[in-house]
């Protein structure tokens, strides 16, 4: 049981991104799921979560508007579309099994870096 991250990179003030999460070893179908970061020398935030049948999605209001989370149940992933990125945005991004921060199961994250 396991998720593994990718997509993170630079990205420029105003540019998209798109991170992805592979799951495996159970099926995301059953389970809502959630996006969070980290950036140096702070606390793990919340970004956003997705419920398990992908009706309803809630938000850090600092990325509303601009982060879209999606699942695809069928190939087992999990998606954050990033727009209009912000410099503050710039941390390490994890993929979470469960709404909220505080499940067991967490990807070892991917890296987004804004450049200046």
């Known amino acids: 049981v396991q998720l593994v991250e990718s997509g993170g990179g630079l990205v420029q003030p105003g540019g998209s991104l798109r991170l992805s999460c592979a799951a495996s070893?159970?099926?995301?179908?059953?389970?809502?799921m959630t996006w969070a970061r980290q950036a140096p020398g702070k606390e793990l935030e919340w970004v956003g979560s997705i419920d398990w049948m992908s009706v309803r999605a809630d938000y850090l209001s600092s990325v509303k508007g601009r982060f879209t989370i999606t699942k695809d149940d069928a190939e087992n992933m999990l998606y954050l579309q990033m727009n209009n990125v912000r410099p503050e945005d710039a941390a390490v991004y994890y993929c979470?099994?469960?709404w909220g921060t505080g499940s067991e199961l967490r990807g070892e994250g991917t890296q987004v870096t804004v450049l200046a």
């Open positions: 979470i099994r469960g």
């Open positions: 070893g159970f099926r995301l179908r059953d389970y809502g």
